[in-house]
């Protein structure tokens, strides 16, 4: 008799960590493209993992770790991750996470292959993700919650939605966190390593009052011309991407952080706290007070 193809529902799987502490029960989802695991327990296992896959990680309520990985230069770095965090880690990063007595995560692995596939039928010529170990990026956190609750009120997950869901998280990696968004139809856009040392420049600096004239000039190119060409190879304006970077700097800092608004503002770039209100609304939909306690 043939083989039954194994359906792609939610299953409890034993997990034991390398280092011998008590097993605990995995929930477990998969299609070709997204595995999913609810970890009800992961030991503080220090050992460092190489990655095959691109990991997303959302820790549960009073999950926390401290992540240790290589930076740019080699040397080793670390940063604490707690239940407000997302970790989006690239396959092939080398990293090592020492998490909490008893912390709970949710663990999703996404097949560099499927999301190469999604990048080309986008338009993209490749498709590379950066590395975020400690990020608030409020839709994925909340997709994961809601993933853990149908997956413990249900048990089994339909194909067709498992599938539904890493196109999902496939297009929310693209939009969000890749660098290298060159489109097949805009021949005329930057080469890939001065888009990349343009939003090096831009991350360093977008806290000052930095316009497209001053990361041109790191590239030895004409300020208009480098913004034309910018957006060709984006799809955001400078201006536009200096503000994002702001942004996502203004949520991680009022979710992290005491500081009241005013300070924040000032301390991501903008010198009216009613400007920076303004354009938080704008991006986000909640104004600052709002994100704040919705949090």
């Known amino acids: 008799m043939p083989r039954r193809a194994r359906p792609a529902g939610a299953?409890?799987?034993?997990?034991?960590?390398?280092?011998?502490?008590?097993?605990?029960g995995v929930l477990?989802?998969?299609?070709?493209?997204?595995?999913?695991?609810?970890?009800?327990?992961?030991?503080?296992?220090g050992g460092e993992r190489a990655l095959a896959e691109h990991e997303i990680t959302a820790p549960r309520i009073r999950a926390?770790?401290?992540?240790?990985?290589?930076?740019?230069?080699?040397t080793s770095r670390q940063i604490r991750v707690s239940d407000r965090h997302v970790s989006i880690i690239p396959?092939?990063?080398?990293?090592?996470?020492?998490?909490?007595?008893?912390?709970?995560?949710?663990?999703l692995s996404v097949k560099p292959g499927f999301l190469t596939a999604l990048a080309r039928a986008n338009g993209h010529r490749g498709v590379e993700i950066m590395p975020q170990y400690a990020c608030v990026d409020p839709f994925m956190w909340h997709l994961a919650r809601s993933i853990e609750q149908q997956m413990r009120s249900r048990r089994v997950l339909e194909q067709s939605y498992v599938e539904s869901l890493a196109m999902v998280i496939g297009q929310?990696?693209?939009?969000?966190?890749?660098?290298t968004s060159l489109s097949a139809s805009s021949p005329g856009g930057l080469p890939r390593y001065k888009i990349r040392r343009a939003i090096e420049f831009i991350r360093a600096h977008f806290k000052e009052d930095i316009g497209f004239k001053d990361i041109a000039a790191q590239l030895d190119m004409s300020p208009f011309h480098f913004a034309r060409m910018f957006k060709e190879s984006t799809q955001e304006s400078p201006h536009q991407f200096i503000m994002r970077c702001r942004i996502e700097a203004a949520k991680k800092m009022l979710i992290e952080s005491e500081q009241s608004i005013a300070d924040i503002a000032d301390e991501v770039g903008y010198k009216s706290q009613s400007?920076?209100?303004?354009?938080?609304?704008?991006?986000?939909?909640?104004?600052?007070a709002a994100f704040r306690s919705a949090r």
């Open 11 to 24: 299953i409890m799987t034993p997990y034991a960590s390398g280092r011998g502490s008590a097993p605990a």
């Open 64 to 74: 926390a770790a401290l992540l240790t990985y290589r930076g740019a230069c080699g």
């Open 28 to 45: 477990e989802a998969r299609c070709d493209a997204l595995h999913i695991c609810l970890f009800g327990r992961v030991a503080a296992d």
């Open 91 to 107: 396959a092939g990063h080398a990293y090592t996470a020492e998490w909490n007595a008893d912390a709970e995560i949710t663990r």
């Open 275 to 288: 400007y920076f209100t303004t354009r938080f609304a704008r991006l986000v939909g909640l104004t600052p």
């Open 172 to 179: 929310h990696l693209l939009a969000t966190y890749t660098d």
